[in-house]
């Protein structure tokens, strides 16, 4: 009997902002890697989540939304996560929102075409489509805009048709053993993930009273008495946007703790003590060596 051979490859999830793609590796995952909002360019990092199995590891790498216009160090910090990471991988999963094609989308297109690699589509969110009727001429329409190796209409949030999705993948990796350990699921740190909690935490909390220049940064990490102390800086660019952050009587940053502690005591198996601040460093967005030192250094 031939036995199966092993493969392992990476995989980039690319799209213009919110289309889900975060939400799609999460879900491929069955377990949260990359935080997510409905506030655009929720993902700033590139991050790798590791799916094994027998024989099989994929490596899906979760890439920031590619837009267009912003001309701070922080948008071409996340256009260049996003663009670097096609020439590494063996396969692009393109995702698009089934409920309009827009000019980012084109701009995602162009760029893949100067590309090697094989792209699928995978138009996201076809559950919100009322009427079914129009899903296979939506297809057949986006279909058009260049040549896809496959062209699959998922639900990321419902989980929907995503098995046939991995299944498919499977064929484009290349044969190999596995590149990371089987029980690791991403290439970050833990301070990195609490840090990501905090702004998923904040994201969802102001919505659009949300400071764009926002930025969660740990200075403290450590277990003492089997409690995991975390304290954490919440930087942003104006006084106006910390009392924004802070809010009346402290609430804000009271509920973002709350949350955050309950998000981190699940995902570290641990009982939590985290203590926030809010301090204001004016244009730190646009300040590659600020960025750095607040962890924006990931893309050598």
């Not at 660019?237 to 609430?251: D, N, P, Y």
Request: with cysteine.
């Amino acid at each position: 009997m031939n036995e199966i051979p092993a493969k392992c490859g990476f995989v980039a999830i690319v799209g213009r902002p919110n289309v889900g793609k975060s939400t799609l590796m999460n879900k491929i995952l069955g377990q949260k890697i990359s935080i997510t909002s409905r506030k655009r360019q929720t993902t700033r990092h590139r991050i790798l989540g590791i799916k094994s199995e027998e024989n099989l590891q994929i490596i899906y790498v979760d890439t920031p939304g590619m837009h267009l216009g912003g001309k701070t160090a922080m948008n071409r910090y996340m256009n260049r996560a996003a663009n670097t990471v096609l020439s590494d991988v063996d396969l692009v999963l393109f995702v698009v929102d089934i409920s309009k094609w827009t000019k980012e989308d084109d701009n995602v297109v162009m760029r893949l075409k100067r590309e090697k690699v094989p792209v699928m589509l995978i138009i996201n969110k076809v559950d919100l489509l009322k009427q079914k009727e129009k899903l296979l001429p939506l297809i057949a329409q986006y279909s058009e805009k260049m040549k896809f190796e496959e062209v699959i209409p998922v639900s990321a949030k419902r989980g929907n048709n995503l098995e046939s999705l991995q299944d498919l993948v499977k064929n484009y990796l290349p044969e190999s053993g596995p590149l990371f350990p089987e029980e690791q699921v991403t290439d970050k740190s833990e301070r990195f993930i609490a840090a990501e909690i905090i702004r998923e935490k904040l994201m969802r909390r102001l919505q659009q009273e949300l400071p764009y220049a926002l930025t969660a940064e740990i200075e403290k990490f450590s277990i003492e008495n089997n409690i995991l102390h975390i304290a954490a800086v919440i930087w942003v660019e104006r006084e106006t946007q910390k009392k924004i952050v802070i809010g009346k009587s402290g609430e804000v940053l009271k509920e973002v703790g709350r949350n955050a502690r309950i998000d981190m005591e699940n995902m570290f198996e641990s009982k939590v003590n985290l203590i926030l601040w809010v301090k204001v460093k004016e244009g730190w967005s646009d300040n590659e060596g600020l960025m750095k030192r607040m962890g924006y250094d990931d893309l050598n």
